[in-house]
């Protein structure tokens, strides 16, 4: 089974979700506290570019942090590098979790994307 590194908050019902999910199909799980120790800037360039998603989806767009900075208006206005300092300044910005083995990132938790990128299979 491979190594998964989980940027998760543990009060999230969504992380704990995840990691019972990857824990029962036999991952070895690093959990990193996103709001405690968020990624850092370059961190979160590789996490963006090896997830093939846009920078956008990174961004857990219902929570507070981002209603409070008013990034709805904001964010389409932002270089890349602010919006990728913004979510290494505030974890709680990012949405999660998000889940890395070093090549592949999934962000979120839907089962079915997880049985996709993490089954025991692999």
């Known amino acids: 089974m491979s190594h998964l590194k989980v940027y998760q908050y543990p009060k999230c019902s969504t992380c704990r979700s995840a990691v019972k999910w990857l824990k029962e199909q036999g991952h070895e799980l690093e959990l990193q506290h996103i709001a405690e120790q968020p990624p850092t800037v370059e961190e979160l360039r590789v996490l963006v570019a090896n997830s093939g998603l846009p920078l956008k989806k990174f961004f857990n767009t219902s929570g507070e942090v981002y ?13 890349e590098d602010d919006q990728l300092e913004l979510l290494a300044a505030h974890g709680m910005l990012i949405k999660r979790p998000v889940v890395t ?19 025991s299979a692999e």
């Open 101 to 119: 083995d070093g090549k592949k990132v999934t962000v979120g938790f839907k089962a079915e994307q997880y049985a996709d990128a993490w089954s």
């Open 67 to 79: 209603k409070e900075l008013g990034l709805k208006d904001k964010l389409a206005g932002l270089s």
